[in-house]
């Protein structure tokens, strides 16, 4: 039986999504992590800085590498460090109130504390 409702959802507008914040992409994100608890939850982004896009220098890390903290209410950035080489994609982890991070030169940052 033919209706002039659509049977599958292709052909259906998408659901609106609410945006919390955002944040301008001055970084190639290569890892994303969320981690702590109640107030002191963060957003954790590595990644090579530079335009991307247009710049091979930046797209392959020459013009640096950052660790940028993020606050997850506004999108804020609460901190930002150099880090020594590209890393690598997807390589970063959280346990016991500590950051580890994979980079392509072959080490691995922990980092802890204030």
């Known amino acids: ?3 002039a409702t659509p049977n599958d959802m292709s052909a259906r507008a998408p659901a609106k999504k609410n945006v919390l914040w955002s944040a301008p992409g001055d970084i190639q994100v290569r890892g994303m992590l969320l981690a702590g608890e109640g107030s002191g939850k963060r957003l954790f982004v590595t990644g090579a800085k530079g335009d991307w896009v247009i710049s091979q220098d930046a797209y392959d890390g020459r013009q640096g590498s950052v660790l940028r903290i993020m606050s ?11 880090l020594p080489a590209l890393p690598v994609f997807d390589g970063m982890s959280a346990a016991q109130r500590r950051l580890y991070i994979s980079l392509t030169n072959g080490k691995i940052l922990c980092l802890g504390g204030k």
């Open 1 to 3: 039986k033919r209706t």
């Open 72 to 82: 997850i209410e506004d999108g804020k950035t609460i901190s930002e460090q150099k």
